[in-house]
């Protein structure tokens, strides 16, 4: 066993020398240079791979060079609306060939009112969920009385504020006035007990509903609103305008901006013109969606070029060969594949889940 330690030992010590050697600085060097200096050698295996992979980083240069000219192209020929979420309630834009961009007017600001109450219910059980029956964890007590404080002001201040309608405002104080009271019951027993909790939460749970049915609302009428100016404005334009949306994993099902959006553009224009682009945060800048957009519309292009399918490239294009493994592999390992219907390109479904099924599906159908 010793023998072959030794041996093994030998061995990763002349392996170093060789790579040491193959690294070996050019003689006449100074010290600082010479420690740092030297090409470690490559075998033609790994430089034939290098140059075969270094294509696909060359792509996206020639990519992003592209995306500018396509750019150009498209503003120059179609009009775009550009739906984006926001904690205002959204912004749409408005670009035109050869016009100025124009900026639709922020959903009144009653919805940011209502917006924020009901986050601040929500945000009392991210401060105690972590706590509950736990009466020797006291990391939640100072967050929640610098949070009541806000909480106190806001409820005293409300009757001051003009932009919330008058009979409006009881149900909003209502919701305030539990959340302090739940917050100043929590800090004088100094400790986060689950049944207070669950009363709390029965207790504001009707109220809002409400405000997020009259937010929905107001969100909702403003921009049918706007879209019904722009409609006008575009006339038969409007059969070649794009537009899209973005959205988050969460507000994907019934996103509010692209239901409104669709109700203008109509089924057809549904993941051709219309498209609800996936992102990773809340919200994305005007130059991240044309980008996006670009993209989009550019790779369908090459989809035709290349497979005769204007459309192909808005799916994985390794997907279809992708199933056809998975289902070989599970019937190999004598099992029933899981995967969902193919979908043939190009379709106008909704880019969210549309299958019926049992179970609540809003607030409404919740008991």
Known sequence: MRRLSLRLAAGLLAAGLASAASAQAPAGLPE????ISGNTASSPSDLATRDVLQLDVGMFSLYDRAAGIYRRNILAKHPIILAMFTNQGGQLMLFRPGQPTVTAP???????ILKSVGHSTMALS??????VNNPNDKRWIAPMAAY????KTAHDNLDASTDIQADWKPTVKAILAANVAYM?????????????????????APNIKTIINWAASTQVKHWMGVMDEWTAMLGPDLAKTYAASNTIYVARQNNVLFSVLAQYFGPDAINDRLMLIETMGFTTTPEEMLTS????????????LFFGNYHIMDFELMGGDGRKTIVSEMQRRGKQPFLPPAVPFGSKQWPTLITPGPGPTSLDDLK
């Not at 991210?126 to 706590?131: A, F, R, T």
């Not at 100043?184 to 504001?204: R, W």
């Not at 957009?293 to 035709?304: A, E, K, L, P, Y």
């Open 126 to 131: 991210q401060v105690v969920i972590p706590s």
């Open 32 to 35: 600082y240079l010479a420690n």
């Open 293 to 304: 957009m670009t993209r989009i519309i550019g790779d369908r292009s090459v989809g035709q």
């Open 106 to 112: 922020s959903v009144p600001k009653v919805y940011q």
């Open 148 to 151: 009541r404080t806000q909480m």
């Open 184 to 204: 100043d019951a929590t800090l004088a027993k100094g400790s986060v007990e689950l049944e207070p909790l669950l009363a709390f939460a029965k207790q504001v």
